[in-house]
């Protein structure tokens, strides 16, 4: 058996200690809150262009679904979801997203509460909360929502 040399094993122990808040971050539950939280903020951002084409592009998955309260159809694909996108920019002209709690179902899988602040730049009689239950899922690195089911209401801390 060949001896390691102390080049070597400090160059394992290196690695090691680098690699470690790598795998952390990726499996870590307050690391996923991190990442989905700062996918949430720039979708706020974004929310006041009104573009559901991109936001449809750059937030969901090509094959996402989506379901609101009191909905009984299924919206599925991109199509059905650019028509949903642009009916709720007619009652949500602003929103700012919290993500309340988030999970990794799986290094490339994760699901979300999340409550969106709507209207909070308007009088408050215009302001409203919606609170939705993500799945997302990880494509070209970034996350995307697959699924979302949301109803009106917050989510008490």
């Not at 991109?78 to 009652?91: D, H, I, R, S």
Request: charged share 25%; net charge positive.
């Amino acid at each position: 058996m060949k001896k390691l040399s102390i080049k070597r094993a400090a160059s394992a122990v290196a690695f090691a200690t680098l690699a470690m808040p790598a795998c952390a971050h990726a499996a870590g539950g307050a690391d996923i809150r991190e990442q989905i939280q700062q996918r949430a903020d720039a979708l706020g951002a974004d929310w006041v262009k009104h573009d559901a084409n991109a936001i449809a592009a750059n937030y969901f998955t090509r094959d996402a679904t989506a379901l609101g309260e009191g909905g009984a159809e299924l919206v599925s694909g991109t199509a059905a979801l650019k028509k949903t996108l642009q009916e709720l920019f007619k009652q949500a002209t602003t929103a700012r997203l919290q993500v309340r709690m988030a999970k990794p179902l799986g290094p490339d899988a994760a699901y979300a509460w999340v409550v969106w602040d709507c209207n909070f730049d308007q009088a408050p009689k215009a302001q409203f909360k919606v609170r939705s239950l993500y799945v997302f899922r990880r494509e070209g690195g970034q996350w995307k929502i697959a699924a979302d089911a949301y109803s009106m209401g917050d989510i008490s801390k």
